[in-house]
């Protein structure tokens, strides 16, 4: 299907397929299924977490063209959504999740890998020039 000229991109609509996914339709006629699982395995924020529920993960609706889960718990740009890509490598995908999950609480010091550092007191011995 050829997708048409239009100026603003827009979910037109959306249908529970299963598991976590979705079916989309765009306003340019794009359609496609969106598998949201890969996102809420990695996502820490509880706001996020509880999506994880399929009875939660069902009551997503449309909000002005865009997919959205509860009061803006969960949302994604459409660009992304259009793309097919919520999830663009590690890097990105960690900024996306830090945009999304910015309640997300801190790891605790002792989850992070630290290299034990040792430092040594060196004496240095003057010379004295006769």
Known sequence: ??????????????????????????????????DFEPFLRKALNPDITKYRQFRNFKKFHLHYGDLMWGDFDMIFPITDLHRGNILKGEEAALSHFVLNDTAAPAKPISDRKTKIVSYQNVKRKKVLHG
């Open 1 to 34: 299907m050829k997708a048409l000229a239009t100026k603003y991109l827009e979910i037109v609509q959306a249908g529970y397929v299963s598991g976590y996914k979705i079916r989309l339709t765009f306003n340019d006629g794009l359609v496609r299924v969106m």
